[in-house]
Antibody, heavy 117, light 111 residues
Framework: QVQLVQSGAEVKKPGASVKVSCKAS????????ISWVRQAPGQGPEWMGW????????NYAQKLQGRITMTTDTSTRTAYMELRSLRSDDTAVYYC??????????WGQGTLVTVSS | DIVMTQTPLSLSVTPGQPASISCKSS???????????LYWYLQKPGQPPQLLIY???NHFSGVPDRFSGSGSGTDFTLKISRVEAEDVGVYYC????????FGQGTKVEIK
């Protein structure tokens, strides 16, 4: 079955960077894209960006431009999301989700990133 | 940016009774390819969102028939014909005709 397994929780200080991984299994990795979505405590989901696992093309939310980088490693079927210059309002659960035809259909379990001094 | 507005924000339902959630978008979600990019998700406590309905009215794999989606253009509705205890959580609509955006969510609880 389709699975997206994310890396574990992180605690970072303001100004630091975090890199979250998302390992895919159970489907043809390069036939889909991966979106990253975050959810701050008590808030709704916020789309962060998308990467094609086929060719590495990306599209990022404007508010995160310059601080975010999404990559994939097709040899290990893993997607990565790096967020830099962390602030307290980046504290959230970060999800990866499989994407095809604009549809986010399978989600990882989530990774809690806490930004605190 | 497209704004997605859900009503109500919370809903308390007796098991076996129907429930309905509305989602309105600030722009039409009908694409030139003929598809309407409106989705419904349920986020159960402590879990990631799970896809229920895609492109307005299509059931995602494994989703019970008691869930149905309808609507067009800018007005959409998710209906649960008979609410069960396992349906509790927060329901989100999402558009992806532009960069994806979510509604603010509707919390469904059981009376």
């Amino acid at each position: 079955q389709v699975q997206l397994v994310q890396s574990g929780a992180e605690v970072k200080k303001p100004g630091a960077s975090v890199k979250v991984s998302c390992k895919a299994s159970g489907y043809s990795f390069t036939s889909y894209g991966i979106s990253w979505v975050r959810q701050a405590p008590g808030q709704g989901p916020e789309w962060m960006g998308w990467i094609s696992a086929y060719n590495g093309n990306t599209n990022y939310a404007q508010k995160l431009q310059g601080r975010i980088t999404m990559t994939t490693d097709t040899s290990t079927r893993t997607a990565y999301m790096e967020l830099r210059s962390l602030r307290s309002d980046d504290t959230a659960v970060y999800y990866c989700a499989r994407v095809q035809y604009r549809r986010l259909d399978q989600w990882g379990q989530g990774t809690l990133v806490t930004v605190s001094s | 940016d497209i704004v997605m507005t859900q009503t109500p924000l919370s809903l308390s339902v007796t098991p076996g009774q129907p429930a309905s959630i509305s989602c309105k978008s600030s722009q039409s979600l009908l694409h030139s390819d003929g598809k309407t990019y409106l989705y419904w998700y349920l986020q159960k406590p402590g879990q990631p969102p799970q896809l229920l309905i895609y492109e307005v009215s299509n059931h995602f794999s494994g989703v019970p028939d008691r869930f149905s989606g309808s609507g067009s253009g800018t007005d959409f509705t998710l209906k649960i014909s008979r609410v069960e205890a396992e349906d509790v959580g927060v329901y989100y609509c999402m558009q992806s005709i532009q960069l994806p955006g979510f509604g603010q969510g509707t919390k469904v609880e059981i009376k």
